[in-house]
């Protein structure tokens, strides 16, 4: 299986700030990466996948880059929104794994 | 609007079965793979299973720790997917989610709300 490790596992961060998640898989996974965001008692949300395409309606200040085996996301001016969990998934080669989480808080 | 609805959950017995089912609409179900995904409480997030379109074989593919005990099935009449899971073990404890999927860079794009599977005597 393909282990995927998120960095930090938890981050407390100000509004305004600018924040960045690291990915890395085990192997190469190409650019079948896949961010999603997740909030206390709701459903995951996607916000970009192929590594770096922002999901529809996803607001721009999000972004994802990298590709092989190391990925980032980026909010680049954090809202009160923007606090939740966020995990990483890679969809190169079944079973599909993801990151475990990183937990961003407000400081 | 797209919207999946997850229903079946409960308080199972260890060894025993339960059967998820995902009612779906707002778009054209049988185009699409359809998954289950779960999660442990207080844990992240965990892939179960996916069955792609009929166009596709309606293929399935299992995460190693189901395979053997779960099915994931789909009726493209009634827009529905089903998870039938077997020999349900206390580590199946979870919230369980099912999600329409894109095959393109695929990705998970809507979700639905979940439903909270306990297996406990």
């Known amino acids: 299986d393909i282990q995927m490790t998120q960095s930090p596992s938890s981050l407390s961060a100000s509004v305004g700030d600018r924040v960045t998640i690291t990915c890395r898989a085990s192997?190469?996974?190409?650019?079948?990466l896949n961010w999603y965001q997740q909030k206390p008692g709701k459903a995951p949300k996607l916000l970009i996948f192929?590594?770096?395409t922002l999901q529809s309606g996803v607001p721009s200040r999000f972004t994802g880059s990298g590709s092989g085996t190391e990925f980032t996301l980026t909010i680049s001016s954090l809202q009160v929104e923007d606090f939740a969990t966020y995990y990483c998934q890679q969809t190169y080669r079944t079973p599909y794994t993801f990151g475990q989480g990183t937990k961003l808080e407000i400081k | 609007e797209v919207q999946l609805v997850e229903s079946g959950g409960g308080l199972v017995q260890p060894g025993r079965s339960l059967r998820l089912s995902c009612t779906t609409s707002?778009?054209?179900?049988?185009?699409?793979?359809m998954s289950w995904f779960r999660q442990a409480p207080g844990k992240g997030l965990e892939w179960v299973s996916f069955i792609r379109s009929i166009t596709f074989g309606a293929t399935t593919e299992y995460a190693p720790s189901v395979k053997g005990r779960f099915t994931i099935s789909r009726d493209d009449s009634k827009s529905i997917a089903y998870l039938q899971m077997n020999s349900l073990e206390t580590e199946d404890t979870a919230v369980y989610y099912c999600?329409?999927?894109?095959?393109?860079?695929?990705?998970?794009?809507?979700w639905g709300q979940g439903t909270l599977v306990t297996v406990s005597s």
């Open positions: 192929a590594a770096s």
């Open positions: 192997q190469t996974i190409r650019s079948y």
């Open positions: 707002g778009f054209t179900f049988g185009d699409y793979t």
């Open positions: 999600t329409r999927d894109t095959s393109s860079w695929y990705r998970s794009d809507y």
